[in-house]
């Protein structure tokens, strides 16, 4: 006000928008330049320096951090690959579950708000830190706690394991072991599976009971069956979230800190104070998990624009 | 059910007598939509089964003694029933259950009230207001979700242990701060979206307030109405569920959160970060007792489970009651664009 009083130009609305906007965002700039662009420059940084940990001095080394990581260490290459295919497997899986989930929940029948809570338990316990604790922590042998449970039973009670005396007659009958293998990795797998799909769950529901009832009626009166109009209506109209939860799953797999991967990285910086070293792998493992995202997203893009 | 219809309604036909004029097709739904709810039964048991097991059976765990653990024929249900452990675990030397409960409690509270804070008005911002580089901004939002936080914790925590802002502080008073073990950092880090998961919430927020109609802000506008008196005034009533949400995510994720706290919260005694080192004070505490024998895996599985239900025990009861908090404003702002 007191511009236009001493005959300045006043500020157009658009101009006073634009400042009170960055005004609201301001929290999160500061944030980013301070806590986020900084560390990262730093880190990216370090990764081409040889660190030494009692004075934090650094010496550029060039690349040679990348080359130690991907070539001299005996581990993070493989526990890269095998983390990457677990992830594409997983996510997969994982869509699938919570669709087919979803799918059930969205059905009227008797308990569902408690199955629909009990769905919801593991996210409220971020269960994947706090039950993967005890295997992951004390070095005993990465399973989880329920396999583990169930085939202690099995084995104490004198029987043998299921899955495996399983898995050991279908290779025995020789059928293609290689594609059993995927499977049987779901099968042991499935309760990380379950435990990571509620925000996926709850994102399919809501899609779900967005659509309009009228579309069903309309379907049911042209004489569409339930299985017709659950592939012609249900399915399209819920696909777009088949990217938002795909892109969920693959972060929540990547930024997990139980993941292998991570563990190693940690116990590079945190037990061998390799601190070069620890920077290059989570750069070489950021990378990855941005072109896994990217790769995802084109797929299923295509594969919508395909559907509809 | 034939006995029933014609009580009721003599001129009713039984079930075998409307099957027979439909030609055999109520049989065949009333079948149909027997094994469905069947299989949907069975399926959703099963997967609630595996999802509560592993706590029913840590439940089971913490209350065993600690010769059911080696008796072979205990396997499920505790044979003596015990206390011992909870007590054990509450006291100083394992968990300090009380104080780090207590610690706890108000580190989540205050980090998710300064997240929910700071997240709140940058989604408004991003959702209401179009500047230059809102593109530009936006995508470091995306990025800071997608960024593993292991990424920058070594330079963070090297940051810290010589804190200064652009070279004020030792300007002012001669030297850096060093900040590792106190709550600062990590206060400054939540009031500046840089917390757990803060993108997320950012995200979550803005698509919440591009869901409302921009109608109510303009007729505040029109009464004379600023732009921060109308946030405050209109639209922060109308966010009540998703910051409701946020809050509730904020809390229970940084409650259970290992990472950041083991970076910047050493300092201080927490539940989270007590936990997994259970097994060294396990084996401190029997060498002051005068025995050298390292304490045995399962004993150290069972004070973990011990600890693992004294922490959720909390979040459960947050569960029961605010149940509907999580979830309704998830499936209103629907998380889609």
Known sequence: MSMTQHGKKPMTIRTRRAITGYLFILPFILGFLVFMVRPLLNSFYMSFCDVNPNGLTMEWSGMANYKYALFADPEYNRLLTEEISRMVINTLATLVLSFVVAVILNGKFKGRTLARAIFFLPVIFSAGVLLGLDSNMLGIEAQNTLMSG????????????????????????????RAFQVVFDIIDSVYDIVIASGIQIIVFLSGMQNIPASLYEAAHVEGCSGWESFWKITFPMVSPLLLVNAIYTIIDFFTKSNNRVMEKISEIMYANYKFGVASAMSWIYFGVSILMIGAASLIITLGVKNVE | MSNEATRREPKRQTFWERNRKSHGMLLKRTAGQGAVSVIRGLLLFGLCFMIIQPLLMKLSISLMTEGDLYDTTVTLLPRHLTWANYELAASPTILNYWKSLFNTF????????????????????????????KKFWFACVILVIIIPPQTISTSLYMYFSSFDIFGVIRAVSGRTLNLRNSFTPYALMCATCMGLKDGLYIFMIRQYFKGIPVSLEEAAYVDGCGAFHTFWK??????????????????VWQWTDRFYTNNFLRG??????????????????????????????????????????????????????????????????????
């Open chain 1, 150 to 177: 169930i085939s202690d039973a099995v084995n104490e009670s004198g029987g043998v394991n299921l899955t495996e005396s399983l898995q050991a007659m279908l290779r025995a009958s020789g059928i293609g072991t």
């Open chain 2, 106 to 133: 108000w580190i989540s509270l205050s980090t998710a009230i300064l997240q929910v804070a700071a997240c709140t008005l940058t989604g408004y911002g991003f959702a209401r207001f179009d500047f230059p580089l």
């Open chain 2, 234 to 251: 209109v639209m922060l009533p109308d966010a009540v569920p998703i910051m409701t949400s946020c809050f509730l995510f904020a809390f």
């Open chain 2, 268 to 337: 201080f005694s927490t539940l989270s970060g007590n936990l997994p080192g259970i097994q060294q004070r396990l084996n401190q505490l029997k060498s002051t007792t005068g025995q050298s024998l390292q304490v045995s895996i399962t004993r150290v599985q069972q004070m973990i489970s011990t600890g693992v239900i004294m922490t959720i025990v909390p979040l459960l009861i947050l569960y029961v009651f605010a149940q509907r908090g999580f979830v309704e404003s998830l499936s209103t702002s629907g998380l889609k664009d």
